[in-house]
């Protein structure tokens, strides 16, 4: 079995930082897919960032330039730098990975920026 364990979560005025940790554990492949989705109140959970092994990136056009997608393979860990936050980004943050056609889900961490 898969788990993942997201960190790094809070509460930041807007235009502060936070930095995401999703540590995951148990059968990981080699080859995968790790990203980070997000869900505010109301809405559909939305894609922000993912990273596939080899480290190839992409980003949802509202977070370009402004977040940045890492893993540390070593660590089964990805990371969500998230500088200049906006109001908007304010959601229950989800890490996933995708491996042999199944995808593993963290429990989410609360993001709230304060305007």
């Known amino acids: 079995q898969v788990q993942l364990v997201e960190s790094g979560g809070g509460l930041v005025q807007a235009g502060g930082s936070l930095r995401l940790s999703c540590a995951a554990s148990?059968?990981?492949?080699?080859?995968?897919?790790m990203g980070w989705y997000r869900q505010a109140p109301g809405k559909q959970r939305e894609l922000v960032a993912t990273i596939i092994t080899g480290g190839s990136t992409n980003y949802a056009d509202s977070v370009k330039g402004r977040f940045t997608i890492s893993g540390d393979n070593a660590k089964n860990t990805v990371y969500l730098q998230m500088n200049s936050l906006k109001p908007e980004d304010t959601a229950v943050y989800y890490c996933k990975l995708h491996q042999r056609a199944s995808d593993y889900w963290g429990q989410g961490t609360q993001v709230t920026v304060s305007s």
């Open positions: 148990g059968s990981i492949f080699r080859f995968n897919a």
